[in-house]
């Protein structure tokens, strides 16, 4: 039950900076890209590049023209689908009260905003197991959900979704793919669990976390977290 403590400790800490979708596309298909290209006519291409770059660079005042001030641009605020959720910065120790039968465990977590404020960042570290975890969770504006994806140095994944804070709940659900015993070979054993986490602010520098771990055959475990701010 050891690994199934840290399943939840770690992907139920906040836990999003995805890949910009135009590098991705580069990395995965260069030679499609570069056929593509191939059959472009150079004209056509140079009048593409050209007017992207007029596009993209500044006016040019003519002689005796007075110039402008440069115009400082304002960065875009954080959507407030995740301000709601400021009660997860800080550092705090969560204490779990587990079903019966499982493993208790202890979890630290410290939650920082990146990106401008658009998305909390969390490094997690779970007792006994020693075990470290990063988990990013930011608002998907396209979908209009909270997405969230952790991973662990032993080699753990996961992903979940939420809608948000609703009625003073942060429900998230998904999955992760457990390593069950990490090896240094980079070949390890694990299994896919269902994993959904109820976070509940209380307080300035309080919350729970009600984690509900799915197994394999249908039974569940479930994890109460109690965290306090350190």
């Avoid at 596009?55 to 003519?62: H, Q, S, T």
């Amino acid at each position: 039950m050891r690994d199934l403590k840290a399943i939840r400790s770690r992907e139920s800490i906040v836990h999003v900076q995805e890949p910009s979708p135009s590098t991705e596309g580069r990395a995965q298909h260069p030679a499609g890209r570069r056929r593509w290209v191939g059959r472009v006519p150079v004209g056509i291409a140079s009048a593409v590049l050209s007017v992207a770059m007029l596009g993209a660079a500044p006016a040019v005042a003519g002689p005796g023209a007075q110039a402008e001030p440069a115009r400082k641009s304002e960065p875009l605020p954080a959507p407030p689908q995740v301000q709601a959720l400021d009660f997860l910065l800080g550092s705090y120790k969560c204490v779990d009260t587990p079903s019966p039968g499982a493993q208790p465990a202890v979890v630290y977590v410290t939650t920082k905003r990146v990106l401008e404020g658009h998305y909390y960042e969390s490094e997690v570290s779970i007792r006994p197991d020693v075990l470290l975890g990063r988990a990013t969770m930011g608002w998907n504006p396209v979908e209009g959900k909270i997405v969230s994806f952790y991973v662990d140095n032993w080699g753990t994944t996961g992903t979940s979704v939420s809608p948000g804070l609703v009625d003073g709940h942060l429900v998230l659900t998904g999955s992760i793919l457990q390593v069950i015993s990490p090896s240094p070979t980079g070949s390890a054993p694990g299994v896919r669990l269902g994993i959904q986490d109820d976070y509940q602010p209380l307080g300035p520098g309080h919350f729970t976390n009600l984690q509900t771990i799915t197994l394999p055959d249908g039974n569940t475990i479930q994890h109460s977290y109690d965290c306090n701010r350190r």
